[in-house]
């Protein structure tokens, strides 16, 4: 019955452990980074306090809509695959209090070619400064 005791507190003690590094892995996953990033992949990160989407358009001078995020959680991130066939596309993003609210702050813009990874992160808080930051 020892035994059986010793090794049913050494599964416990590495259930746990592998639990623990679970959530460190998942905690980290709401950090833009394009380190992580390969080719044709954009990761957008709502890192303040509130909800955040973006617009991406085919061209420059965003007139013609190709793909709109959801609306992203605070502290969460969305990772998509998009292939502009080494084409300067333009994104824009935007911001809300709560998931629901359809009355925004505009965060910022920016551009990308899917020949470099890129991430992005929308921080500050909604009611106070706000920023894009652009991970390349």
Known sequence: MANTNTLVRRLAALAAAALAT????????????????????????AQGDYWAQAVIYKDTAGSNLWVRTPKIKPGTCWDTILNTQGVRVRFNVGGTATQ???????????????????????????TGTVRLVEYK
């Open 22 to 45: 679970t959530a460190v892995a998942v905690g980290g996953a709401s950090e833009a980074s394009a380190a992580a990033n390969p080719y044709n992949q954009i990761r957008f990160c």
């Open 100 to 126: 629901t609210s359809t009355a925004g702050r505009y965060i910022g813009y920016g551009f990308w070619n899917s020949t470099v990874p890129i991430a992005l992160g929308a921080e500050g808080t909604f």
